[in-house]
T-cell receptor, first 112, second 115 residues
Framework: GESVGLHLPTLSVQEGDNSIINCAYSNSASDYFIWYKQESGKGPQFIIDIRSNMDKRQGQRVTVLLNKTVKHLSLQIAATQPGDSAVYFCAETTGGGNKLTFGTGTQLKVEL | NAGVMQNPRHLVRRRGQEARLRCSPMKGHSHVYWYRQLPEEGLKFMVYLQKENIIDESGMPKERFSAEFPKEGPSILRIQQVVRGDSAAYFC?????????????FGNGTRLTVT
């Protein structure tokens, strides 16, 4: 079946460096993508979203890039901080979809 | 504004008992979703409800699991005759216009342990 997956299960970065978390999706009909951050013992927290009519969207210290040709999504975090340590999930759906489909997650570890 | 509220945060049940998980969506949100998460895994969709209606239950096991979102009160996920494999974190999410339009807002989950 169709699924969303991540390339790297664990990513370690130095504090202050930029982080890039990648995600591949297989459903060509997907047109709405969301990144979530999940800290231990908590629910997923919305970070940023992007629709398929865009290639790039920026937030505060975060940027999401969408490459529809290769069905690839990435999350860039600038000047990574210890508070950014968490598991990051990409999720996708269609405009008329009833649900979000989540990837398996990437653990981001920020080293001091 | 209060976020999505789930209770209890932790629930311990013995095999064969019933588990009831409650979810109060954000104010103004009429779309409610339930997800299940096993340790070290992603979230798996279970069911999508709007007030008094089940819209999509394609991720819900056919037996022992049921969900409702009554006109008044919280959404309830009910698991009858629990087994150890039901041990997981169950998350509720809500949205004002649906998953394809707005991002889902999640609660902090109920961690169910079946002994």
């Amino acid at each position: 079946g169709e699924s969303v997956g991540l390339h790297l299960p664990t990513l370690s970065v130095q504090e202050g460096d930029n982080s890039i978390i990648n995600c591949a999706y297989s459903n060509s009909a997907s047109d709405y993508f969301i990144w979530y951050k999940q800290e231990s013992g908590k629910g997923p927290q919305f970070i940023i979203d992007i629709r398929s009519n865009m290639d790039k969207r920026q937030g505060q210290r975060v940027t999401v890039l969408l490459n529809k040709t290769v069905k690839h999504l990435s999350l860039q975090i600038a000047a990574t901080q210890p508070g950014d340590s968490a598991v990051y999930f990409c999720a996708e759906t269609t405009g008329g979809g009833n649900k979000l489909t989540f990837g398996t997650g990437t653990q981001l570890k920020v080293e001091l | 504004n209060a976020g999505v509220m789930q209770n209890p945060r932790h629930l311990v049940r013995r095999r064969g008992q019933e588990a009831r998980l409650r979810c109060s969506p954000m104010k103004g949100h009429s779309h409610v979703y339930w997800y299940r998460q096993l340790p070290e895994e992603g979230l798996k969709f279970m069911v999508y409800l709007q007030k008094e209606n089940i819209i999509d239950e394609s991720g819900m096991p056919k037996e022992r699991f049921s969900a409702e979102f009554p006109k008044e009160g919280p959404s309830i996920l009910r698991i009858q005759q629990v087994v150890r494999g039901d041990s997981a974190a169950y998350f509720c999410a809500s949205s004002p216009r649906g998953a394809g339009v707005d991002p889902l807002h999640f609660g902090n989950g109920t961690r169910l342990t079946v002994t």
